[in-house]
């Protein structure tokens, strides 16, 4: 490694010694591996497969971040797939292995000054990220998604889609309406505002509190939780204030409101979460925003109401005001709750197809879903160069394979309401999220020049994005 025979003195000479331990042990043969390591491995098949190999003989799949490895008790497992088997791991000590084919990475935990290098030319990278945009604007830029080989994203354009990951099934939108119109219109006499806003979760890069605020000037919202509270919550809920799960009082408070703001913290197409689903799923009309492509995914074409369909926070008020005098008009929106009227073939379809199950022990979930596509993936790569380098003129090359910006790419955050360049320079938004979202580029740019200088050191990042930053000033970029 280039670090070794550097000066290591002082402080640095334990760094440097670990490295060069790191180092030795990475280049040894594979019948290196401890036996005892990998002996005590659990092992099971699943149906199908007829992956008769070892556990010494199988590819290795590292899980690099942390706090994620869908495995337990240990650090390793063997996983039987659809067609093939692995090992998993999270131990980092076989980072440099040959056998280890293939690093897994969950975008919420990934940054590039910690990212595993050298990169190998034998390793292929592959991404977990379901959470919001916001975790990580670094895959968000070509620059950062592009270092990956395969991909598990909110994405439909992902390798293995996570899409629909908050929506548990086609049972849970057809759930009758949990309270009636005829109930919601006597709550509203007694003085329940007709849009309920629930929110804490306050400084994000959607700025939906800005929005939000706008709208309040037009129309009556109750708003809980630390964002632009106007109500308190009942000291029976205090604690579920922030929950997303389904907590039974929770749910039955919530449902009286005839509509629910639904703004997601960062928007991206396909980003879309139980903020959306839960009000669908309880019989309240979501004014979301979000996906711009939400009504792909849509029951049918007249189930949301969606804040970007409409100039003003004005405008928008007027048609919920006008809705909430018209009972035959609201009702409209829960007509699907009828299965005929379920309309969206799209989405009836992926519910239908997906493998992964939400809350459903009867299939696996994504995580592990995502871990077997990339073991099979890998080891389909494995066969065809070997036949390849057996027989050249026979066999094609396995095709590279990385992704595109489409699997990730949430656009540069803009503000809630108005244009950026009308904010004041002290704003609080501004001076976070559009900042974060270009050093975001930066590092994917810094990134990716340490793996092309086959640096091993990812911490010398901060001077590649400065020698970025010159040669582009000098005009050679
Ligand atoms: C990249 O660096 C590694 C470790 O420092 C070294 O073994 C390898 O030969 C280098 N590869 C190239 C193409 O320079
Ligand atoms: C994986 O992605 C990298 C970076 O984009 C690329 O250089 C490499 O060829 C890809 N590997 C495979 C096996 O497709």
Known sequence: MALLPCVCLGLFGVLCWVLDAADRGAFQPQSALSEMEFASVVSYRGPGNTDRRSNKELPILLWWSGGLFPHFPGDTERIDCATSSCLATSNRKVQLYKRTTSIIFYGTDFRAYEAPLPRLRHQTWALFHEESPMNNYVLSHGPGIRLFNYT??????????????????????????????EEKNRLRREGLAPVLYMQSHCDVPSDRDRYVKELMKYITVDSYGKCLNNKPLPEYLEDTATATGEEPKFMSFVARYKFHLALENGLCPD???????????????????????????????????????????????????????????????????????????????????REWGVNDMSKPNYLNGFECYVCDQENARLAAERAYKKAPKTNRPPQPKMASNSHMGCPLPSPGYGEAQDLPSDDGWLQIWPQDYWQSLDQAEGLESLIRHNESDPSLLWKHIQNIAVSRARGKQ
């Open 152 to 181: 598990a994203t909110f994405r439909r354009e992902s390798d293995y889609p996570l899409t629909l990951q908050w929506l548990p099934s086609l049972e849970y939108l057809l759930e009758p309406v949990a309270v009636s119109l």
């Open 271 to 353: 980003y879309m979460t139980e903020k959306l689903w839960r009000p669908l799923h309880q019989g309240c009309v979501p004014v979301y925003r979000g996906s711009p492509v939400v009504a792909d995914w849509m029951p049918n074409d007249h189930s949301a109401i969606i804040i970007d369909d409409f100039p003003s926070p004005k405008a928008l008020a007027d048609f919920l005001i006008g809705l909430d005098e018209n009972d035959h008009e609201y009702a409209k929106y829960l007509e699907f709750k009828n299965p005929s009227r379920i309309t969206n073939t799209r989405l009836l379809e992926a519910l239908e197809t």
